[in-house]
């Protein structure tokens, strides 16, 4: 990244801290970093890393050029009103907030009766806390080139990032790779709860299950091959993986997860019926 904007995070939690260290890692300036953080334990880790902290917004935040939203949907609208009047035209907001549409963002945000137009919101998710998540990211058409770019820029520093067209669709995003890292941690707990039930020690599953979800999704990354296609060449006619994906047939796996997935996905539209008025 050449050229860093300013950047302001309206609430100093987890993904703040992995966008910060994102920045950080591609040797953006300290200087050009706030934040605003209400919890006095999250105020001193800003402190001890020397990044500018304070614990309610005011006139400083109008230096920025980007601000990130990085606060529960529940409080979404209350921060957005208590920071828009030191927003500049040429202010990019972006939130990481689940479920509050682009239009709510842009009405609470008004200014002299018209709704904000640079307003771009995406879904990040967990793993960006090691430099590996992946972020879906959507705008209205107002939105600008340019700013699509920096916010592309923005993002990527804590992984890849997909665009896509609405909040219908990033409501499906949410469901997917915003709540999907819980899904694998739970398939990992089964697979470590299966290793302890035929001997092996917590030390052994753990292990042998984190190689395999790692070195089998690296593969599915890396192979030019469909998981399908993957998974038929470790399945041998009346082999032992055989035996274990007619179980997983059996209980209606595949159905299953998009059941979860639906039920996300419809949490998410909710939160934007609870939280967006």
């Known amino acids: 990244m050449d050229h860093f904007p300013s950047v302001a995070f309206i609430g100093g939690g987890n993904m703040a801290n992995a966008l910060v260290s994102g920045l950080l890692n591609r040797h953006c300036p300290l200087s050009k970093l706030h934040i605003i953080e209400v919890a006095e334990p999250l105020q001193r880790q800003w402190g001890e890393r020397g990044v500018s902290v304070v614990p309610y917004p005011d006139e400083r935040l109008s230096r920025y050029d ?7 949907p ?13 927003l500049r035209p040429d202010t990019l907001v972006i939130s990481i907030a689940a479920g509050i549409s682009i239009g709510s963002l842009s009405n609470w945000l008004n200014q002299q009766g018209q709704p904000w137009q640079r307003v ?26 340019q700013d699509r770019a920096v916010a ?4 990527e520093t804590v992984g890849q990032v997909v665009w896509v067209d609405d ?15 819980a899904y ?11 290793g302890l039930s035929l001997g092996l020690t917590m030390d052994q599953s753990r292990k ?10 690296r593969l599915a990354a890396e192979s030019p091959e469909s998981p399908a296609t993957l ?15 007619d179980v997983f047939n059996r209980e209606g796996f595949t159905d299953m997860v998009k059941q979860a997935m639906h039920a996300a996905s419809t949490r998410a539209a909710e939160l934007s019926v609870e939280f967006g008025r």
């Open 184 to 194: 694998v941690f739970l398939f990992l707990e089964a697979m470590i709860a299966g």
């Open 208 to 217: 042998l299950a984190i190689a395999t979800l790692h070195g089998a999704t």
């Open 120 to 145: 771009v919101r995406c879904m990040p998710n967990t793993p960006a806390l090691v430099g590996e998540g992946i972020t879906g990211m959507a705008a209205p058409k107002s939105v600008l080139e």
């Open 152 to 155: 592309t820029r923005l993002l």
């Open 167 to 181: 909040d219908q669709s990033l409501d499906a995003v949410t469901a997917l790779s915003g709540s999907g890292p």
């Open 74 to 86: 529940q409080q979404m609208r209350d921060v957005v009103l208590a920071t828009r009047e030191w």
């Open 66 to 72: 980007v601000w990130i939203y990085a606060v529960k």
């Open 231 to 245: 998974r038929e060449r470790v399945t041998s006619k009346g082999g032992t993986t055989a035996a274990a994906l």
